[in-house]
């Protein structure tokens, strides 16, 4: 079946713009999380989602950062006033609940 | 919260030997550990986990890992390598109440013909 997929896989953006990354996640799976993978490190936690609403945002750096997920499935984590900082592999993942994480290919943002 | 050290940051085998991936955590709390591949240019994918009982773990590709609660280890092991193992391996933990996934640095393993 089909796994997780995230779009765009490239963005390339200048400081200061506003940026939508989206991920569809495997159908039927209740929770999604979003992670941030800066060069040479292991992936961060974001934000999870059980369902619509966000059940931990702890991982969020600041208040530039937003993700919804309206209807319990396709998720956009939103990015405000983007900043050279925030340059790195958005990785999104879904779970069906049973302790195990699939994740999509990830989303390269290049701010300039 | 938890949180991952990975010790080795590159290992460079030769095809066919044995490899040692090295891993400890640290949590205040029951902990679930997991151990995932990323090939180049691709995502995560899970080699294997401990929820509990065995604590011997075996996962896909021939890979295995052992949890030491004493030690605080999760070192995954493959006693033969090939060059398709290439990869970066990275070990996470997470907390039994908890969902998000603490992910340690990476070790990126190198096969060498």
């Known amino acids: 079946g089909a796994g997780v997929s995230q779009t765009p896989s490239n963005k390339v953006t200048e400081k200061g713009k506003y940026v939508e990354l989206r991920c569809d996640p495997i159908?039927?799976?209740?929770?999604l999380y979003w992670y941030r993978q800066s060069l040479g490190q292991g992936p961060e936690f974001l934000i999870y989602?059980?369902?619509?609403?966000?059940?931990?945002d702890s991982g969020l750096p600041n208040d530039r950062f937003f993700a919804v997920r309206p209807e319990g499935s396709v998720s956009t984590l939103k990015i405000q006033r983007t900043e050279r900082g925030d340059s790195a592999v958005y990785l999104c993942?879904?779970?069906?609940?049973?302790?195990?994480?699939?994740f999509g290919p990830g989303t390269r943002l290049t701010v300039l | 919260a938890q949180s991952v050290t990975q010790l080795d940051s590159q290992v460079p085998v030769f095809e066919e030997a044995p490899v040692e991936l090295r891993c400890n955590y640290s949590?205040?709390?029951?902990?679930?550990l997991f151990w995932y591949v990323q090939y180049p240019n691709q995502g995560l994918q899970l080699l294997l986990k401990?929820?509990?009982?065995?604590?011997l773990v075996k996962g896909i590709n021939g890979f295995e890992a052992e949890f030491n609660k004493s030690q605080t280890s999760f070192h995954l092991r493959k006693p033969s390598v090939h060059i398709s193992d290439t990869a970066e391996y990275f070990c996470?933990?997470?907390?039994?109440?908890?969902?998000?996934?603490?992910f340690g640095q990476g070790t990126r393993l190198t096969i060498n013909p």
């Open positions: 993942a879904s779970s069906p609940g049973r302790n195990e994480q699939f």
């Open positions: 989602f059980q369902g619509t609403g966000a059940a931990d």
């Open positions: 949590s205040s709390v029951s902990v679930y």
């Open positions: 401990y929820l509990s009982g065995s604590t």
């Open positions: 996470a933990v997470s907390g039994q109440g908890a969902q998000k996934l603490v």
């Open positions: 159908s039927g799976h209740t929770a």
